[in-house]
């Protein structure tokens, strides 16, 4: 079971869990979720001692999930980082390859190289005008 206070978090959480390789899973778990757009707020504690308690708990609560800043988080960080930058390389290529312009294996490499993604969504940028793949590192 989730508890959720916020309507995004209860979004998140609603979201069924594959469990199992990339490629084959072999269990999908669907969580029971309580949050506000499901359970109406302090419902059952009416006007009591508890009611107060309870909100100031929800108040100052701040929540931690296993793995939450450790390594384990950290990882999943980095590997989300890494996806995008490759993501974001690959479409560098895919549009000067629509646009006829060719890319030297060194500047291909470059580009695929690149994990800096603001360094890549300037690249970005340019490969939509870019007369050449040599273009794309004008000014660096």
């Known amino acids: 079971m989730v508890v ?9 959480a609603a979201e069924p869990i594959r469990v199992g390789v ?8 669907f969580p029971l ?3 506000p ?5 302090e419902i059952g504690l009416g006007d009591t001692r508890a009611r107060a308690l309870w909100r100031h708990l929800m108040a100052t609560y701040t929540p931690r999930f ?3 800043g450790t390594l384990i988080e950290e990882t999943l960080i980095e590997g989300e980082a890494k996806g995008r930058a490759k993501g974001r390389a690959e479409d560098i290529l ?6 006829g312009i060719e890319v030297a294996d060194v500047d291909r490499e470059r ?10 969504g300037t690249w970005f940028d340019r490969a939509v005008t870019a007369a050449s793949g040599q273009e794309l590192f004008a000014d660096e």
């Open 94 to 99: 895919r549009i000067l390859d629509l646009r």
């Open 111 to 120: 580009i695929t190289a690149c994990a800096d993604l603001e360094t890549l």
């Open 22 to 29: 990339s490629v084959h899973t072999s269990m999908v778990v």
């Open 33 to 35: 979720v309580l949050g």
């Open 66 to 68: 296993p793995g939450s």
């Open 37 to 41: 757009g499901n359970v109406p707020a």
């Open 4 to 12: 959720c206070k916020d309507k995004a978090t209860e979004s998140w």
